[in-house]
């Protein structure tokens, strides 16, 4: 892969790529750092970057506030953001429902800065009428929906496994040929793909760059060679000079098939459940939607393997200071059915009203004039929990509170509960960010934060009632 060094001019696009320290993003930067004002984003500040060309910032993604900040001056953001590593020391809340809120404040940020296209890449999706989608799939479309959903042009490029040096996926398949001499495979490696290799995948997410003619549509991505996933294996151990059997068997379960791939293929879980859930599919590249912007002269799978092998190439990584963490924070993301299309001001209307008639005596509610929202337990007098609502960051389909006081929080200058629609408010996200209880920790866990996940279950239930 060769590094082309484009003439710096003054035009340049300026481009965020969220998701920057992960495969794609790093050998994006490698690739087109002179062509592009790249800026790169990261949770935790840069100690020493080794191309001062490139920008690095420091984002919350979890934050709105944060992400308009660092999309400043963007003309396009490249989103490469895929279920991401708790940021705090519980998390409470499933993969789709945290990369659907992380989608929608970026998209939220990226309309506020008026930045004129996001490019998403996702994975390719089954084409059989009337199948059900994994999770793992299912959660990268509405993330495609939810990018797509304001002023910013989306251009979704839906990819196969990308091959190429140092890359998750195709290290799982060169680890499972490398640690087993007979691989005995589940029946889904019969299921039928069109992989892709790095090089191919880069020049496509460049041309689509500011190109206006892929404004607002989904590319799907692959080389033409359609082939098995076991046939994969077989080329990889070829290609890696390694005599291996390979045959199926049609024994294996999903729970034995994520064990045995997350094992021998040295993957953690978070990588191997949904990729191993959305192989089940055949997963080809559509005519209708299949990438025409340029002629691209497709590496093979096997020539993609050679090259994967082959690379000489040593990517420059930056370091990064230590992250400042407060201790036992809490994140909490559960979703609502909105069938009724109710605005997030009034779910949050309607939880500060039910949670006191829910626990009748247990607790009581009241307004302050100033606009807080206080929790009493029984009769006490001293504030359970304490709400300020933020009226200059909430609008009628997302309303947010600062955490602000009460004998349940150890620490009032961090933590914030919001109300939110997403997809067009077909769902209602509510979320607990950064909260730091006051309890011990191990009785916190087994206590309050089971508690919370029951309230807001019911929560949900009656929610569903006024709406049925």
């Known amino acids: 892969m060769e590094l082309t060094d484009q003439p710096i001019t003054v035009s340049k696009p300026t481009i965020a790529i969220a998701g920057a320290g992960g495969y794609v993003g790093r050998w994006f930067i490698y690739q087109f750092r002179h062509k592009y004002n790249i800026i790169a984003l990261s949770r935790k500040k840069v100690k020493d970057n080794p191309y001062p060309e490139v920008t690095w910032k420091q984002v919350e993604l979890y934050s709105i506030s944060s992400t308009v900040e660092v999309l400043k001056g963007v003309d396009v953001a490249i ?102 001499p007979v691989l005995m495979c589940p029946q889904w490696t019969e299921s039928l793909t069109q992989p892709i290799s790095l090089r191919d995948t880069l020049d496509i997410i460049d041309t689509c760059v500011a190109n206006e003619n892929v404004y607002g549509k989904a590319i799907e991505i692959g080389n033409p060679e359609v082939i098995s996933y076991r046939k ?158 933020i009226p200059d960051r909430s609008e009628d389909n997302r309303q947010l509170f600062y955490i602000s006081g009460g004998w349940l929080v150890k620490n009032f200058e961090h933590g914030w509960l919001e109300f939110r629609g997403v997809l067009n408010n077909k769902y209602i996200i509510t979320a607990i960010h950064e909260f730091v209880p006051r309890l011990p920790w191990l009785i916190y866990v087994n206590t309050q934060a089971k508690i919370h996940l029951w309230v807001m279950n019911r929560f949900k239930k009656y929610l569903r009632k006024r709406q049925n």
């Open 79 to 180: 989103y490469l953001v895929h279920s991401m590593n708790a940021s705090t020391r519980l998390n409470q809340g499933s993969f789709e429902d945290t990369d659907l809120l992380l989608a929608d404040n970026f998209c939220r940020a990226a309309h506020l800065n008026k930045v004129k296209q996001i490019i998403y890449l996702g994975g390719l999706l089954p084409k059989e009428s009337g199948e059900i989608l994994s999770r793992h799939l299912r959660s990268r479309l509405e993330v495609e929906e939810t990018l797509g959903s304001m002023s910013a042009k989306l251009t979704a490029i839906r990819a196969s496994i990308i091959v190429g040096p140092g890359g998750s996926s195709f290290d799982m398949i060169k680890n499972l040929v490398k640690n087993l």
């Open 232 to 389: 994969m294996l077989e080329i990889t151990a070829e290609e890696m000079g390694k005599k291996r059997l390979v045959f199926s068997v049609p024994v294996f379960s999903l729970g034995l098939s994520k064990l045995w791939v997350g094992l021998f293929g040295e993957s953690p879980p978070q990588l191997v459940s949904p990729l191993v859930e959305s192989l089940k599919h055949t997963l080809t590249v559509s005519e209708e939607l299949k990438f025409r912007e340029m002629k691209i002269d497709y590496l093979t799978y096997k020539e993609s393997v050679r090259e994967a092998l082959d690379s000489k190439i040593t990517l420059e990584n930056p370091s990064f200071f230590p992250q400042d963490k407060i201790k036992n924070t809490v994140r909490s993301i559960q979703r609502m059915a909105n069938p009724q299309g109710n605005s997030a001001t009034w779910v949050a209307k309607r939880y500060n009203i039910w949670l006191p008639t829910f626990f009748k005596f247990w607790i009581n509610g009241e307004m302050l004039e100033t606009g807080e929202i206080v929790f009493y337990m029984l009769w006490s007098k001293k504030p359970m929990l304490q709400l300020t609502l």
